[in-house]
């Protein structure tokens, strides 16, 4: 995950993560190095959460993120994630999902001290499906709004890029 994202996990990722863990994903197992990642978790909204998404440097563009996306999606048929708005993999994003809210920068730093402005995506069931099979409009709704309080509240993962990992 730190050469996919360029940065080192912060030491309480594991820990924050624990308990909630549905599955994590591998691609190349077969080496000794991963390909990528992807760790679905449970925030208790119903619908899977899309905790990470990484594929090493080396792997970027042969395909590795694709097979690694179908082979979750698979298992996941909805899912909702958060990404940076300045993330440059967001346009592959918004290609994946049914569906996505950027949220305000001053707002989102004056309500979870966060610097940095993130977009929501989600996506659910399989081609031709529509929705959560939520039973009304407002019940949709209302679970989009329990995607927008998780990733607003979630945790940075990494270290910012000036910060320095503890000895």
């Known amino acids: 995950m730190e050469d996919a994202f360029q940065r080192q996990l912060k030491p309480t990722y594991l820990d924050d993560v624990r308990g909630k863990i549905i599955r994590i994903y591998v691609a190349g197992w077969d080496r000794e190095e991963y390909d990528g990642c992807a760790i679905v978790t449970d925030e208790d909204v119903g619908v899977p959460y899309l905790d990470k998404f990484a594929v090493a440097g080396a792997a970027q563009g042969i395909g590795a993120g694709g097979t690694l996306w179908r082979a979750m999606r698979r298992d996941q048929p909805g899912l909702f994630w958060r990404s940076r708005s300045d993330n440059k993999l967001n346009a592959w994003y918004f290609g994946q999902a049914n569906g996505s809210l950027k949220m305000n920068p001053e707002w989102f730093v004056s309500t ?22 939520c039973p009304t ?10 995607f927008l309080d998780v990733t607003q509240r979630k945790p940075e993962s990494f270290l910012s890029r000036t910060e320095s990992m503890p000895p």
């Open 112 to 133: 979870v001290g966060c610097k940095h402005s993130f977009t929501t995506f989600w996506v659910h069931g399989s081609d031709g499906e529509e929705g959560f099979n």
């Open 137 to 146: 409009a407002e019940a949709e709704l209302q679970l989009l709004q329990q």
